[in-house]
């Protein structure tokens, strides 16, 4: 695909995205709170099954995790120990012309002068470290003691919880910790829709172990989180695995391999799986003076452990759902005649509404009860949705726009109009083939789920 067709395919999706009430502006209304977005009622199913299945795979199925919800207001003296405080910062620019601010690494060049890429300015000032983090204020007094931060990574509470889950779960190394939640950055240039935001989510697993297990429990993980994203629908060969050289690594990791996406804006980190050694437990040691060691009852030595971290993006990997799925083929309209069909090919575990169900008439009160009758009987089993408004085709097309796998017509069969063999039965359309089967509605409690899962 083209330059031109990546950034229409992008605009496509962002218009989607806010149409069908996927993903909007937030603080729209007042001009939007740039890099902060809002879910909505499709966005935050989709965003719940993403993270409902991640919980699953990575904590549920597993003996060695277990989870942790941590909060997001920090006290400055985890940060500093982790070095966020004095280290997590970007190079920034100003430009004098423009007065716009810039990151270092986002400067154009021109004849090798550095040059301002809103304006085309030339007089920038040199670089100057800004720190990313959101600092706030704690209890009414105003002085630097009350300061405390919004998290900027998830990870830190499990380091500095380890101990109280340690004892607790009663856990034996390898095990690991699991924590899905907001983290904030007060990043320079959010841009590519969702990709970087001030705000967004976390899904990341600490997993603890002995130092010479450390290397091979990268391996491990690599693996395991290329399968998930295969698993929920995104495709292999759009998925890339970026060895991330010594040079470029954090100093205190023997390992890093990013996991990355070929949005339509280019290939991009969608999660990065990093060996981190026992930096971060040695650092809060250090920095608290309390001991995050590990007993081994087997061998009795007292170690601190390594850990390997798969960090994901909720938001990225929404993203990267919306944009691997969006399609558009060619399907009939009312007349026959050929149309442009916009379908989101999500996987049905994914998809935010798993069934539609249609009468095929609003007006026949006979077709209205059973439909309604249908969706009492599916609605504890998944997220259906109920339509009546408009022509059958129409209604199919709305669903196959969000990604709806199945769809389920109530007719005059249905009422034992066309012969009693097929009272009771109903069409079951798959959004994909556009096949349609007639099933009995009993069986569509267990048929459905048999084909999400
Ligand atoms: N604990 C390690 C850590 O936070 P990271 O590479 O800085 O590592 C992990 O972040 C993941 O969090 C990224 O791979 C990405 O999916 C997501 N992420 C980071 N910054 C983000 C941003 N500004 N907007 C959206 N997602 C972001």
Not at 47 to 53: A, F, S, T
């Amino acid at each position: 695909m083209s330059g031109k067709e990546n950034a229409q395919r992008m605009e496509k999706i962002v218009s989607l995205c806010k149409r069908r009430g996927f993903i909007f502006q937030s603080s729209e209304i007042y001009g939007g709170l740039n890099g902060v977005w809002d879910y909505g009622p499709l966005g935050v199913e989709l965003k719940n099954n993403l993270k409902q299945y991640w919980w699953q795979v990575m904590v549920r199925e597993r003996d060695d995790v277990v989870g942790l919800d941590g909060a997001i207001l920090t006290h400055p003296a985890v940060l500093k120990a982790s070095g966020h405080v004095d280290t997590f910062t970007d190079p920034m620019v100003d430009c004098r012309t423009c007065k716009a601010r810039l990151r270092a690494d986002q400067l154009a060049e021109k004849n090798g002068a550095r040059q301002c890429p809103n304006c085309g300015g030339k007089d920038l000032t040199e670089a100057r470290p800004f720190n990313l983090m959101f600092q706030t204020q704690m209890g009414a007094s105003a002085d630097p003691a009350s300061i405390a931060y919004l998290r900027p990574e998830t990870a830190q509470s499990i380091f500095v919880q380890f101990k109280n889950v340690l004892d607790v779960s009663r856990k034996k190394l390898p095990f690991g910790i699991a924590q899905i939640g907001k983290a904030f950055r007060n990043e320079i240039n959010p841009r590519n829709f969702t990709f970087r935001s001030r705000e967004f989510e976390q899904m990341e697993l600490e997993y603890f172990c002995r130092p010479e297990q450390g290397m091979d429990l990268l391996a491990y993980w690599l693996k395991e989180r290329i399968r998930f994203y295969e698993e929920i629908g995104i495709s292999r060969k759009r998925l890339h695995v970026l060895d991330v050289p010594e040079k470029e690594r954090a100093f205190y990791s023997k390992g890093t391999f990013d996991i990355e996406y070929e949005f339509p804006f280019g290939r991009q980190e969608l999660e990065g799986v990093a060996y981190r050694t026992d930096y971060d437990l040695q650092q809060h040691i250090k920095a608290s003076g309390k001991p995050l060691d590990y007993f081994d009852e087997e061998t009795k030595e007292r170690f601190v452990p390594h850990v390997v971290e798969p960090s994901a993006g909720v938001d990225r990997t929404v993203l990267a759902l919306i944009c691997d799925a969006y399609d558009e083929d060619s399907a009939p309209d009312e007349k026959g005649k050929m149309e442009t069909r916009i379908v989101i090919r999500f996987h049905p575990r994914m998809a935010p509404i798993k069934c539609a169900i249609f009468p095929l008439l609003r007006n026949k009160e006979a077709l209205v009860a059973k439909a309604r009758e249908v969706q009492a009987l599916l609605r504890p089993h998944m997220n259906v949705f109920y339509d009546e408004g408009g022509a059958i085709g129409r209604r199919y097309r709305r669903q196959d726009e969000i990604g709806t796998p199945f769809g389920v017509t109530i007719d005059f069969e249905t009422l034992g109009e066309k012969g009693e063999g097929l009272r009771d039965t109903v069409t079951l359309r798959d959004r994909d083939s556009m096949k349609q089967e007639r099933v009995a509605i009993k069986d569509l409690p267990q048929l459905i789920p048999s084909k999400i899962r």
